[in-house]
């Protein structure tokens, strides 16, 4: 097992690019969660999806910060255009939701740096 | 959700137990307790939740008192390799998922 995969897992890139962020969850999970950390904010959550429907999206931060989910295997996150302060580490997490299974799997985050 | 509240950091000897506490008295009936820690630079990773009852596993144990308002996630033998941010996390398991809500945690450091 793979466990989550995330891409890239470095990324610096100038303010006023676009910034796609990857995700592939587990197979099988059927939710994936967006998260962010910074040193200031902590571990914050951006957005979830169940069945690749968007539930719960209030923790994007602004109409900049796009999230997708076309397949049960891959997700994006994307930063259009991207500013200095949106530097942090975002970690993609899935998990089979319903039921007692309660355990989310985390992917190794991506570092993001924006000049 | 109920707000929870940990200790900012505890130190534990290697070899011994490490007792980390949480309080969560606004708690519900139907909110369950998780804990997650997180090493430096890696996600987040699960280690127990319990609802009413005491648990264990390979990695833990969670105590949770009987008027459900605090809990104590016991690691039995800490090693070198549990240092880490350890967070407590009351959340209600829903069936569209559950998103976790992170505090600051409490970061524990385990030495020789």
């Known amino acids: 097992d793979a466990g989550v995969i995330q891409s890239p897992r470095h990324e610096v890139t100038e303010m006023g690019q676009e910034v796609t962020l990857r995700c592939k969850p587990i197979s099988g999970h059927n939710s994936l969660f967006w998260y962010r950390q910074t040193m200031m904010r902590g571990l914050e959550l951006l957005i979830y999806f169940n069945n690749n429907v968007p539930i719960d999206d209030s923790g994007m931060p602004e109409d900049r910060f796009s999230a997708k989910m076309p397949n049960a295997s891959f997700s994006t996150l994307k930063i259009q255009p991207s500013e200095p302060r949106d530097s942090a580490v975002y970690f993609c997490?899935?998990?089979?939701?319903?039921?007692?299974?309660?355990?989310?799997?985390f992917g190794p985050g991506t570092r993001l740096t924006v000049l | 959700d109920a707000k929870t509240t940990q200790p900012p950091s505890m130190d534990c000897a290697e070899g011994r137990a490490a007792n980390l506490p949480c309080n969560h008295s606004?708690?519900?009936?139907?909110?369950?307790v998780y804990w997650y820690r997180q090493i430096h630079s890696q996600g987040p990773q699960y280690i127990i939740h319990?609802?009413?009852n005491n648990e264990t596993n390979e990695m833990a144990s969670l105590i949770i008192t009987e008027d459900r308002k605090s809990s104590t996630l016991i690691l039995p033998h800490a090693t070198l390799r549990d240092t880490a941010v350890y967070y407590c996390i009351v959340r209600v398991a829903r069936q569209a998922g559950t998103a976790l809500i992170f505090g600051k945690g409490t970061t524990l450091s385990v030495s020789s």
């Open positions: 997490a899935s998990s089979i939701s319903g039921g007692t299974f309660h355990e989310q799997f």
């Open positions: 319990g609802l009413k």
């Open positions: 606004t708690i519900s009936g139907n909110e369950y």
